[in-house]
């Protein structure tokens, strides 16, 4: 995620990095095809792959990393892909595997607080395993995300200081990977919800009939969102444009509101924007909740009307 937002900030500030790789590394346990960005909807990553390969970035997905080495020419990755050893040698090497918790020299020991190596258990209220010790942030969460620190931060503080019961399951933690165009992603993709029990629909609006993207030349990208048969209540959603970041919000409190898709046909947006295809999402809802009888209905009452 990181690496690809990189690799696009070192293009704005200098014209003359043309030679980009990003190399991915195949988990063992990893049994899905590989993708750029594996956490994220098929299609979005599949947009930004063709995107990035069309300004000329060479992408090797699914490599098992052998070795780098270092000579005269530059600095070179070994990699592995299933089809042999492959060679990709460049002027520098950006690593960006990850974070780990720097807990070491922290004394945790001292203040009866466990801890693993990938960082420290908590409840849902946020205490560790000294009930009068609380944690928040990347060492206590699998969102590793600044908004994400601060929300936890928020609980740790009213349910340690105000004798709150606020619970960190209940936050509804949104995301944006800030490439070109962006890919922002709230709540649960169709595979988790359907782990959950949901039977699930989705709906995909394209943003190239979104007229404010026509005139703003940024057609590339959609609106997709999850919800669930049952109660059209919105369960998920992947936002892909070119500001998605700043637009996911209305998602994020519709789904805290825990609105139902259709609703979203009800919230008027300026035209034109792009944001607007929130609100056609919402109307094509609208129209898939009439059945065959109902149009049929529907039809015969406004032709006696006539
Ligand atoms: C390159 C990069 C880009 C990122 N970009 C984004 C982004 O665009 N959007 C986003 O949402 N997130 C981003 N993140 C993730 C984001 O930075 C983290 O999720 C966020 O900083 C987590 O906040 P935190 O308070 O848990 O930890 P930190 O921000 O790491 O804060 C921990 C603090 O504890 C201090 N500390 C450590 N040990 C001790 C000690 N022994 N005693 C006293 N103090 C100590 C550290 O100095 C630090 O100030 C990015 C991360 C990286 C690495």
Redesign the pocket.
């Known amino acids: 995620m990181?690496a690809l937002e990189l690799q696009g900030r070192a293009r704005v500030f200098a014209d003359d990095v043309n030679t980009d790789y990003i190399i991915t590394s195949r988990r063992k346990r990893e049994s899905l095809d590989p993708q750029v960005l594996r956490r994220e909807d098929a299609d979005a990553a599949a947009l930004l792959h063709q995107q990035l390969q069309g300004e000329g970035v060479r992408m090797f997905l699914g490599a098992h990393i052998r070795q780098a080495e270092k000579s005269s020419v530059g600095k070179t990755i070994v990699f592995d892909r299933g089809q042999g050893v492959e060679h990709v040698t460049a002027e520098e090497i950006l690593i960006a595997i990850g974070?780990a918790p720097?807990i070491e020299?922290?004394n945790l020991e001292a203040g009866g607080v466990k801890y693993h190596p990938k960082g420290v258990p908590v409840d849902d209220h946020l205490r560790t395993s000294n009930p009068h010790i609380y944690a928040a942030?990347?060492?206590c969460s699998s969102y590793?995300?600044?908004?994400a620190?601060e929300a936890l931060a928020r609980i740790a503080l009213q349910n340690a200081l105000f004798f709150g019961r606020k619970k960190a399951s209940d936050l509804v933690i949104p995301w944006c990977t800030?490439t070109d165009p962006e890919i922002a992603h709230v709540g649960l993709s169709p595979g988790e919800a359907q782990k959950r029990g949901f039977q699930v629909e989705t709906i995909t609006s394209k943003l190239e009939s979104n007229d404010r993207a026509i005139v703003d030349g940024q057609t590339k990208g959609f609106l997709r969102v999850h919800f669930s048969t049952e109660k059209g209540v919105i369960l998920g959603a992947t936002l892909v444009s070119k500001h998605a970041g700043e637009s996911i919000g209305e998602l994020v409190l519709a789904m805290q509101q825990k609105m139902k898709v259709s609703e979203l046909g009800a919230i008027i947006h300026p035209y034109p924007t792009q944001a607007e295809i929130i609100k056609r999402t919402g109307d094509t809802a609208m129209r898939k909740r009439l059945k065959p009888w109902m149009r049929k209905l529907l039809e015969k009452m406004f032709s006696l009307r006539r």
């Open positions: 990181i974070r720097n020299g922290l942030g990347d060492i590793q995300f600044t908004h620190a800030y």
